[in-house]
Each structure stands twice: as structure tokens, then as C-alpha cells.
């Protein structure tokens, strides 16, 4: 293949920002007055105020006394071995030096709203969420609002791709997070322990997915249903609103994510100009809801057909929670 001339690199780069500046003109309305470069200069001025507000009052950490009382509770009823660490690598005691990170991520960063948070019961769960991003700060969202603010603390075991867990020092970090390798066996065994858990069925699809197509679900697997119906649990359904604008997916450069072993590398307007740091999330903020508990009966080995309904009752509430929380905000970065 002939080496592209500079001219050629440039009228790429030219191509990908006007395709990014159109893909963000389709969320203004067509009677909004306001420039779209004026909307969003307002919106993150007042983002940038309200984080520094933040960070200055310092009103964001958790204190050291209610991160105690949170761990000790995690502690009660754990199937922990010796040492503190589960048959998964889940170390609850970890979590301590993870707490100042997700108090920034959560409530800083993305300054996210948590609706409804109480509606989590105790006992086996599964939180079912859609998924964007291009990297998962969804799922460190959805389970720093489990940790942080939920009554009792919970920890969400998050299922996570494998590739993930493969990656060096952050596969070991994950698990002593609490997180496993999305496995129906590991799903079922922490269902058994009444463990809360935490499943994407987008699984890299619905992450991934390039921005023109926000906000519209991709395709469900069938696995959680099949694993809710064989160990009676109850599925909490999760809308995380905010999350598909903090990194602009444009396309993914499929070579080198399969030379990479990754799922997808995303073609990002500044990535030509930042390299990695393009995929620094953008401080969006965060509304994220949670759905009434639906319970399904019905046998797990069912065919296809059977399941498909149940499967799409989930994913009809978290898109009913998803327009709900993109009628009621503000912008996107407020």
C-alpha cells in the first residue's frame, strides 16, 4: 500500500473533524438559537467551576471513619479464605486504596446523580446496564455508587471481558476489586453466595460503538436471563445517561485492535494530536437510574424464542430510563 503524502494525511484529519463537528450538530435542536460551539463553551465553563468548587471544598471524599464502617460491613457474610481475599481474588480490604479514586471519578469528575439507588434489594441481584464509553467508567460508576452510597454498602461484582483480565497488573487489580471474568459459571457461583453482580449484555458491541450511534442499544445476549431464571434472582434494570459523550468515537481501527488483541480501537477527533490521552473521558456528567427489581419465571433451558421476550422487557426499561434521562438534563456537561 503507498505511503499517504501530507497532504493526503491532512485532508483525513480534515474529514474526521468535520464528520465529529457534524455527529455533535445532530444532538441540537433544530429551533435552538445558540451556536453548538457556544453551548458547549457555556456548559463545560460551568462544569470546570463546579469542579473546582468541588475540589477546593474537599465536601467529595468519604471520610476515613465511614470508609471503616463501609469495609467492616462488606466484611460480614464474605467467603473469604485466611488472608482476606475470596476463591475470585475479591479483597475486600483492597477497596480502601480505591475509595479516593471513585469518590473523584464519582462525584468530581463526572459529578454524577444517582435516581432511585435504593431500589437495589439486598441479597442476590443482577444489575443489568447498558454500556458505552469506549472504557468502562460506567461500570466504575455504577459500582462506586453501590459502594459509596448505597444502604447497606454493596459491592457490585462486575462481569468483565476477558481480555481485560488478561491485561498486565490491571487483571489483578479488577479482581481484588472485586470484578470477574464474564463466565457463566463464575456468574452463577457468586448468584449462589447472594452476591450482587454486575452484567453489560452489550458486552465490547455495545462499549465500542461509534458515536452516531448513541444512545441506541446494541444487541442483548440471552445469558443473564437464562442464569436469573435457574438461580431465582431478581434483575434491577440500569440507564447510565452521560456516558456516550465522554469519548467521540468516530470508527475503529480494526487491524490494529486485532494485532492489539483488543475488542476495538477508537478513531478519536484529537487522537492524531494527543496519541492515548485522547481517550481521557471528557468530564460529561453522569445521571444514572435504577430500575424497579423484575422478577421472570420460567425454565433457564428454554429455546431462544422463549427467552428473547423476557430479554426484551429488560432492555425496554433501561431505554425508558435512558429517554427519561435525556429529556430531563440539562447538556452534557451539566
Known amino acids: 500500500m503507498p505511503r499517504r503524502t501530507l497532504h493526503e494525511r491532512y485532508a483525513r484529519l480534515h474529514k474526521l473533524g468535520m464528520q465529529a463537528a457534524n455527529q455533535l450538530q445532530a444532538f441540537v435542536s433544530p429551533e435552538q438559537e445558540r451556536p453548538l460551539w457556544q453551548q458547549l463553551s457555556e456548559e463545560l465553563g460551568e462544569a470546570t467551576q463546579d469542579i ?42 483492597s477497596l480502601r486504596v480505591m475509595v479516593p479514586i471513585m469518590d473523584f471519578l464519582l462525584r468530581v469528575w463526572f459529578r454524577a446523580e444517582c435516581f432511585d439507588l435504593n431500589r437495589v434489594p439486598e441479597g442476590r441481584v443482577l444489575l443489568i446496564a447498558n454500556h458505552s464509553g469506549q472504557l468502562p467508567f460506567d461500570g466504575m460508576a455504577i459500582g462506586s455508587a453501590m459502594l459509596l452510597e448505597h444502604e447497606p454498602p454493596r459491592i457490585a461484582r462486575t462481569m468483565v471481558e476477558k481480555f481485560a483480565t488478561a491485561l498486565p497488573g490491571f487483571g489483578d487489580l479488577v479482581y481484588r476489586c472485586g470484578s470477574v471474568t464474564g463466565l457463566p459459571d463464575n456468574c452463577r457461583r457468586l448468584l449462589e453466595n447472594d452476591e450482587c453482580v454486575l452484567v453489560f449484555p452489550e458486552g465490547a458491541r ?10 441506541r442499544m446494541t444487541a442483548f445476549g440471552q445469558g443473564f436471563m437464562r442464569l436469573a431464571l435457574e438461580t431465582n434472582t431478581p434483575i434491577v434494570p440500569i440507564a447510565v445517561v452521560g456516558a456516550e459523550e465522554q469519548t467521540i468515537n468516530l470508527g475503529n481501527l480494526e487491524l490494529l485492535a486485532r494485532l492489539l488483541h483488543f475488542p476495538s480501537m477508537p478513531i478519536t477527533p484529537g ?24 422478577t421472570f419465571e420460567g425454565d433457564p433451558n428454554d429455546d431462544e424464542a422463549v427467552i428473547a421476550p423476557k430479554v426484551a422487557a429488560v432492555k425496554a426499561s433501561i431505554q425508558t430510563m435512558m429517554d427519561r434521562g435525556l429529556r430531563e438534563r440539562r447538556g452534557y456537561f451539566v
Open 271 to 294: 487522537m492524531a494530536f494527543l496519541g492515548p490521552l485522547a481517550m481521557v473521558p471528557s468530564p460529561v456528567k453522569y445521571r444514572i437510574y435504577f430500575g424497579e427489581p423484575m
Open 52 to 93: 473546582a468548587a468541588l475540589l477546593l471544598s474537599g465536601t467529595w471524599r468519604t471520610p476515613d471513619e465511614e470508609v471503616d464502617r463501609r469495609i467492616a460491613q462488606l466484611l460480614q457474610g464474605q467467603h473469604l479464605g485466611e488472608f482476606g481475599v475470596d476463591p475470585f481474588g475479591y479483597a475486600p480490604e
Open 206 to 215: 455495545g462499549i465500542a460503538k461509534p458515536f452516531r450511534e448513541r444512545y
